[in-house]
């Protein structure tokens, strides 16, 4: 039965992010499967990678006072000093600044250390910001006006070597020109001996540079610039960078004025450190400042180089809340420096990904600069990688396919991430050199899917191999930190007894939520074989399996249905980590792994449970309330008066008439004699005692109720007799006379007859049909 993998997603479910991202990881591929007879290997599953934050560094800051700077440069150059200082993102990294000029007279000296070594928690931060300002404004009587070059490396080189061994040195050389000591006292007699003999001090500082792994990032600004030398600098010292990436390897870079000083230090040291720098926004207070921060970050450090220090910063995260200076919210920690100085940061851990914003307002001391706001941050991948077969024989081809993580457990799948990623594996052993193995995620080489982002590579397990085999894969690209978790194995001998396959449907799931799988798997061996089912690199939420444990009866093949069910604290996105099949009967042999391909989407919330129901309502509400407003309107109609007329007759002919306009639904009126005694209808506008109201019901019935007497019902036409011969009657509107026939339009037609005054075709008004009010 082969073991292979049979699902895949390649949905995107990161955020879109930032160009940019710093990422250097190195992760294990297989996970322990036998002890070791000398104690080596792992815990189960490689055990848990640790989280220990981000690594601390040593840097020192040369900045150039030579007399060629004017009081713009230098004040860019401390701006630029301060702001790197201020934007480290370990507490635990120690800063050293130092001016250097010449010494071209008795008592001056070409190197002063303006900060000494200053672990870089608040406090540190803060100092450095004070003392760096120093600089600004140079002692002329104690640096002299040259570029000794030498003096100064070599100042900043001997402080990092009484550093830990352990941690990264590194060294920003700034400076506006070239090597000048001609007026030195220190390197000879002769200008050009001077000149020659700073030259072989800087061959030998740059040697001590390399014994000591010391970096040297040289930055030079201006039209004076010895690029070649710069180079050399770069090249002389420590050339290993933090990642296997050209970007982290120490270069020399050129920038055309002071102006581009601070953009240029901060990619600088964003590089050495690989870290991530986004450049923000800038205006002159009072403004709003935005700067980026992208959902991988997890250490960032906002600074703003407000370039006076008389100015308010106010911090709101990308929910437009006000964040505190210090202290925790919202599942950040916040720590601000450098309050009262020109560059001001604010250090956050877990910050939340999005776009920030900075309020600057200037306090009453003095015109405001244009400022500048920034990010440095730095994130942390993990990894997620099979072997298949996990415990390969001699000679055997073997697949490797990994992927990556976030420290949450997501699976990384978002191609902007992780562009010009580097991916290889590495396998050592017993009896055989290493063995270098490429992975790739163009569709070729043993991958499956081009463009899914999952690496993969095929090479085969050398014919020596005898023993403990280390499979250990490497992935860097312009992104975060390293996450090396060696996995160990063993070369078996034949054919395995057991073989696995793993299968579960692609699918969704809400977090505490299950899935459904299928483990396939043959037992050649003529002993039962007890198997277990294990998640590994499943992160804090975690999921279950169930049934964990399997026994294979010999000679058999079984299909056995199982669940996965993901802990209610399971992040959103696509779930990251292996699901494993282990044979507990044969050494804790790893017999198949997969990887756990669905997605966690966030629970349905009251409106996606009862939406249906809700429209269905709300439909049913409308159909009712149209029908309501359909009956009222119909009562109404049926209500008003309008088009009814009153007659008055006399013995049974009509004397007088009112037709109702409008649409009243009462109707007042009055029967008068004038002084011939012939009586006639009057309208009345309200009730009174001579008065008679009509009316209609609401099932359309007439109801007439005279001045004296009882309200009755009153059929249309049916005449009231009100006195001797007189009676009052109530016409309906005829339906002809209502809605009137549509005639078709005809087209005149000319004739030269004359129309008669009278007669058929005479125009004039109408009948009178009596009084209309």
Not at 142 to 160: E, N
Not at 161 to 178: C, M, Q
Not at 199 to 205: D, N, Q, S, Y
Request: net charge negative; charged share 25%.
């Amino acid at each position: 039965m082969s073991a292979r993998r049979t699902t895949r997603r390649g949905r995107r479910a990161a955020a879109p992010l930032v160009a940019g991202l710093l990422l250097a990881l190195g992760a294990a591929l297989a996970p322990p499967v036998a002890a070791q007879d000398d104690g080596e290997g792992g815990g189960e599953g490689g055990g848990e990678s640790g989280d220990p934050g981000v690594a601390p560094i040593d840097f020192t800051i040369v900045v150039d006072q030579s007399e060629s700077l004017s009081e713009e440069d230098l004040r860019r150059e401390v701006d630029a000093a301060t702001t790197i200082a201020q934007a480290e993102l370990s507490e635990r990294s120690r800063a050293t600044v130092i001016g250097f000029g010449s010494a071209e007279e008795e008592g001056q000296v070409a190197a002063v250390e303006a900060c000494q070594g200053t672990e870089l928690d608040a406090a540190g931060r803060q100092r450095i910001s004070e003392c760096v300002e120093e600089l600004a404004s140079p002692d002329r009587e104690l640096i002299g006006p040259g570029t000794d070059h030498p003096a100064a490396l070599a100042q900043a080189v001997d402080r990092l070597a009484r550093g830990d061994e352990e941690t990264p040195r590194v060294v920003f050389l700034l400076t506006d020109g070239r090597l000048d000591v001609s007026d030195s006292l220190n390197y000879g007699g002769s200008p050009e001996a001077r000149q020659r003999n700073a030259r072989e001090a800087l061959g030998e500082t740059l040697a001590r540079a390399r014994e000591n792994r010391v970096q040297i990032w040289p930055l030079g600004f201006g039209d004076d610039i010895d690029e070649e030398a710069l180079a050399g600098m770069a090249a002389g010292g420590y050339v290993e960078g933090c990642a296997e990436l050209p970007g982290a390897v120490p270069e020399m870079t050129v920038v055309g004025a002071s102006g581009d000083l601070l953009e240029a230090l901060q990619r600088t040291f964003a590089a050495a450190r690989c870290a991530a720098v986004e450049i923000g926004e800038s205006g002159v207070p009072p403004v709003d400042l935005e700067v980026t921060i992208p959902p991988i970050a997890t250490e960032g450090s906002i600074t703003v180089a407000k370039g006076v220090p008389g100015v308010d910063v106010t911090y709101y995260d990308p929910d437009d809340r006000e964040v505190p200076v210090q202290g925790e919210f919202d599942g950040s920690t916040f720590e601000v420096s450098g309050r009262n100085t020109a560059v001001e940061a604010l250090r956050v851990s877990d910050p939340k990904p999005g776009t920030w914003r900075v309020r600057l307002t200037p306090q009453d001391e003095g015109p405001p600069r244009e400022a500048v706001v920034s990010a440095i941050w730095q994130g942390r991948l993990l990894s997620s990688v099979t072997v298949q077969p996990p415990s390969p024989s001699p000679g055997e081809r073997v697949l490797v396919e990994a992927r990556l993580q976030t420290r949450e457990n997501v699976t990384v799948d978002d191609p902007e991430l992780v562009a010009g990623i580097r991916a290889s594996a590495l396998l050592t052993g017993d009896g055989f050199a290493p063995v270098p193995v490429p992975l790739g995620d163009g569709g070729t080489g043993g991958d499956r899917d081009a463009g899914d982002l999952v690496f993969s590579g095929e090479f085969t397990v050398p014919d020596e191999a005898t023993g403990q085999l280390v499979f250990t894969s490497e992935m860097a690209a312009p992104g975060v930190v390293a996450d090396e978790r060696p996995f160990y194995t063993r070369a078996t001998q034949g054919p395995p007894a057991v073989d696995a396959l793993v299968t579960f449907d692609e699918d969704e799931v809400h977090p505490g939520g299950t899935v459904e799988g299928e483990l396939l798997v043959g037992n050649t061996d003529g002993q039962p074989h007890d198997l277990r089912l294990e998640s590994r690199d499943t992160g804090e939420g975690g999921v279950r399996v169930a049934p964990a444990e399997v026994r294979v009866e010999p000679g058999s093949e079984e299909s056995v249905p199982f669940t996965v069910t993901f802990g209610d604290d399971t992040p959103l996105g696509n779930t990251g980590g292996v699901l494993a099949v282990v044979d507990a009967s044969e050494g804790e042999r790893v017999v198949h792994e997969a990887f756990l391909d669905v997605t966690v989407t966030a629970p349905p919330t009251w409106w996606d449970r009862f939406r249906w129901a809700v429209i269905a309502g709300a439909l049913v509400a409308a159909a009712l309330a149209t029908w309501v407003a359909g009956r009222r309107a119909a009562t109404r109609r049926r209500r008003q008066l309008g088009g009814h007329s009153v007659e008055l007759r006399q013995s049974g002919h009509r004397i007088d008439e009112q037709r109702i306009r409008g649409k009243p639904r009462v109707f007042y009126f009055r029967v008068e004699r004038g002084t011939g005694g012939r009586p006639s209808l009057v309208a009345a506008r309200s009730a009174g005692a001579s008065v008679y109201e009509l009316r209609r019901r609401a099932n359309g019935a007439l109801r007439l109720k005279p001045p004296r007497g009882q309200e009755r019902d009153l059929a249309a036409g049916t005449g009231l007799p009100i006195d001797d011969d007189i009676e009052v009657a109530v016409r309906s509107p005829d339906p002809r006379k209502e809605a009137p026939r549509r005639r078709p339009f005809r087209a005149a037609r000319p004739t030269n007859r004359p129309r008669p005054a009278d007669g058929p075709g005479a125009t004039g008004p109408g009948p009178d049909n009596g009084t209309d009010f």
